[in-house]
């Protein structure tokens, strides 16, 4: 048999005598090692990657959890999830890098893109906003991976509550998961403010509840002082659209904010109390400030309320808009292709009013939650989100010719663009709600033996 050369990984080469039959499995099999590898949907792979990386071990546990399929014993849990391997990080403090990897669909592979977010669709030029990450200072956070998501969620209902930034969210997570499996539509209405998506391979669904004041709230004029609305906010009422309907979630993801810049009427115990540029009279403005305090401890007051509900909660903070060279009705635009860097722009004046004040209610309403043993978590866009101007959709949710009456859109983020980094976010922090859970099964396993 004649001698076969093969060269190995790293370039060594070995001389062998090798049946074809041999090499070619060997090929077969190295194919199959090295391709998970390269590939960016796929976590642990690999010891190679952990001694190359700078990241401590820990930070894929729950990868390796998961791709290997480890069985239910407590003493197998508790040594993967131990308390002193999970990094301690902020996730949400950093900076954007490029990513050329990115992204990970298109506006022509994923149905789930909002006309008005289909950027590339209606003409956007520049494409390097799809190519950043976001990277924290003091860690690494992975991108998203849909498969792993998929199985920590398995058999799990999640909500998305809030506004069309909110609906903006989910729409990219459908677009990323797309990678695995299109969710069919199993809505309860035909209202498309209230979608329900399912997952059937995983048993997972998904919804949206519209309810962009968190609160009762009823339109007084449909234009009002600013033709865009003056609304009557019942401020100690819960929204029934949603609350009806949310004890049975596993995960609710709640946000709030652009629409308090509208026009609105305060109510307490069904009495006027004040109002946010309402122009009417006798009737104090208590400026978008007090009824935004006041909704968001509403709707934590409820969640705290809910005697069944055994799932985890997400304030999804503030996420600001960039209009520059104008107010959003006065010709403002978002025209920057690159994202901030974090010494180029800070958070102040209404924005940082609003987010201090999401900050001081979620507090108040966690101390409350870990009282009866619930489970609030921050999940804190605001900061990276500040440093995306590059991101909207600006003029292009719409063709150039059509004759609309839309304003340059700095509010909503293009898809692919910057929010699919929230699941990013999210992902860590369910990998971490994992690890809790783990070490808490593990003292209570200890205790029952001890």
Not at 5 to 30: A, D, R, S, W
Not at 214 to 239: C, H, R, W
Request: proline share 4%.
């Amino acid at each position: 048999m004649k001698s076969q050369y093969i060269e190995l990984l790293y370039g060594n080469t070995i001389l062998k005598q090798i049946p074809k039959v041999t090499i070619l499995g060997f090929f077969v099999i190295l194919i199959f090692t090295v391709t998970p590898l390269s590939y960016p949907m796929f976590g642990f792979s690999s010891i190679l990657r952990i001694k190359e990386s700078k990241k401590p071990l820990s930070s894929y546990v729950y990868d390796h959890f998961n791709n290997n399929n480890t069985n239910n014993n407590h003493d197998n849990e508790a040594a993967m999830f131990s308390s002193t391997s999970v990094e301690k990080c902020d996730i949400f403090t950093g900076e954007w890098v490029p990513n050329p990897k990115a992204p990970y669909y298109t506006n022509k592979t994923c149905w789930a893109i909002h006309e008005h977010q289909n950027c590339m669709k209606y003409g956007r030029a520049d494409s390097e906003f799809m190519k950043w990450r976001w990277r924290p200072n003091d860690c690494d956070l992975q991108i998203f991976n849909p498969f792993q998501f998929l199985e920590i969620v398995k058999g799990k209902t999640m909500a998305f509550v809030g506004d069309s930034v909110g609906r903006n969210q989910m729409q990219s997570m459908i677009c990323l998961l797309s990678r695995v499996e299109w969710p069919i539509d199993v809505s309860y209405t035909k209202d498309e403010h209230f979608k329900r998506w399912k997952y059937p391979s995983y048993n997972f669904t998904m919804s949206f509840f519209w309810t962009p004041h968190l609160i009762k709230a009823q339109v007084a004029d449909s234009n009002g002082p600013t033709q865009t609305g003056l609304f009557n906010l019942y401020l100690d009422e819960f929204d029934e659209k949603w609350t009806t309907q949310i004890e049975g979630f596993d995960y609710i993801i709640l946000n709030g904010g652009h629409w308090f810049f509208r026009p609105m009427v305060f109510y307490e115990k069904q009495k006027i109390v004040g109002c946010h540029f309402c122009q009417l009279q006798n009737v104090t403005d208590l400026t978008k400030f007090y009824g935004y305090r006041k909704a968001f401890r509403t709707a934590f007051k409820f969640i705290n309320s809910l005697e069944n509900f055994k799932g985890v909660t997400f304030l999804r903070t503030f996420a600001p808009s960039h209009f520059e060279n104008g107010l959003w009705n006065q010709g403002g635009n978002c025209v920057r292709t690159k994202p901030f860097r974090s010494i180029e722009t800070m958070l102040e004046g209404t924005n940082l009013e609003l987010y201090m004040i999401q900050l001081e209610e979620f507090k108040i309403a966690e101390k409350e939650a870990i009282k009866k043993g619930m489970k609030l978590r921050l999940l804190d866009t605001t900061q990276a989100m500040l440093l995306r101007p590059d991101g909207h959709p600006s003029r292009y949710g719409h063709w150039a010719h059509e004759n609309v009456t839309l304003y340059n859109d700095c509010v909503h983020w293009c898809l692919p663009g910057p929010i699919d980094t929230w699941s990013d976010f999210l992902l860590h922090m369910l990998k971490m709600e994992a690890i809790s859970s783990t070490n808490r099964d593990k003292m209570l396993h200890l205790n029952t033996n001890s």
